[in-house]
Nanobody, 124 residues
Framework: QMHLVESGGGLVQIGDSLRLSCSPS????????VGWFRQVPGGDREFVAAITWISGAPAHANSVSGRFAISKDNTKNTVYLQMNSLKPEDTAVYYC?????????????????WGQGTRVTVSS
């Protein structure tokens, strides 16, 4: 079992930046792929980005490519999502997820572990 803890959400204005963090409580990332998803009320869980822990290979959704960047810090056992040039359509609850193995995937049900989510609101 792995409990993921997200932080860094908040209320910002159009064009602002935020950095979300995700760490496993009481464990370390190892042979995992870690992803970020987001969800709005009544909507499906949407893939945002993912990264393999061992090689650090990243993948980003087209909707955020060039604005968001996923990264990891081995020394801090943390995965980050740097979000720049935020838009109102980025408003959502952002979830960190992890799956066993080094396979980048954008399919949410292929992830085994989920955090509680952190809310991001972009105000106009």
């Amino acid at each position: 079992q792995m409990h993921l803890v997200e932080s860094g959400g908040g209320l910002v204005q159009i064009g602002d930046s935020l950095r979300l963090s995700c760490s496993p409580s009481g464990r370390t990332f190892d042979d995992h792929t870690v992803g970020w998803f987001r969800q709005v009320p009544g909507g499906d869980r949407e893939f945002v980005a993912a990264i393999t822990w061992i090689s650090g290979a990243p993948a980003h959704a087209n909707s955020v490519s060039g604005r968001f960047a996923i990264s990891k810090d081995n020394t801090k056992n943390t995965v980050y999502l740097q979000m720049n040039s935020l838009k109102p359509e980025d408003t959502a609850v952002y979830y960190c997820a992890a799956r066993n193995g080094q396979v980048l995937t954008s399919t949410y049900h292929q992830y085994d572990y989920w955090g509680q989510g952190t809310r991001v609101t972009v105000s106009s």
